[in-house]
Nanobody, 129 residues
Framework: VQLVESGGGLVQAGGSLRLSCAASGFLFDDYAVGWFRQAPGKEREGILCFSASDGTTYYADSVKGRFTMSSVISKSTVYLQMNDLKPEDTAVYYC???????????????????????WGQGTQVTVSS
């Protein structure tokens, strides 16, 4: 079981990036999926979490209205579309997933109350001002 992120890079403020998270060894159909980020000197932040149990998505206030996960989850890849990027979005971004154990509660995956067992290696996103 493995998750591999890609798509990070350097972008100017106001620009866009799309991150990919490819799964091997499983399909996302019946999984909870989360995107997290960690900036230097800061705690890891759950920014977007989706639960396939009820189809709901939680967005952190810091990214609401700017970041979305693709409306269609291909069976083996999910995408994080990031628009109107800001310098404060600079961080290492991680995707994570876990077989569904709970109904709903997408926000609880982002808060850490519900654990996510599988994590990618992270991809760096740098936004210049």
């Amino acid at each position: 079981v493995q998750l591999v992120e890609s798509g990070g890079g350097l972008v100017q403020a106001g620009g866009s990036l799309r991150l990919s998270c490819a799964a091997s060894g499983f399909l996302f159909d019946d999984y909870a999926v989360g995107w997290f980020r960690q900036a230097p000197g800061k705690e890891r932040e759950g920014i977007l979490c989706f639960s396939a149990s009820d189809g709901t998505t939680y967005y952190a206030d810091s990214v609401k209205g700017r970041f979305t996960m693709s409306s269609v989850i291909s069976k083996s890849t999910v995408y994080l579309q990031m628009n109107d990027l800001k310098p404060e979005d600079t961080a290492v971004y991680y995707c994570a997933a876990d077989p569904l154990k709970y109904y709903g509660g997408s926000h609880k995956y982002c808060s850490g109350k519900y654990g996510l067992d599988y994590w990618g290696q992270g991809t760096q996103v740098t936004v210049s001002s």
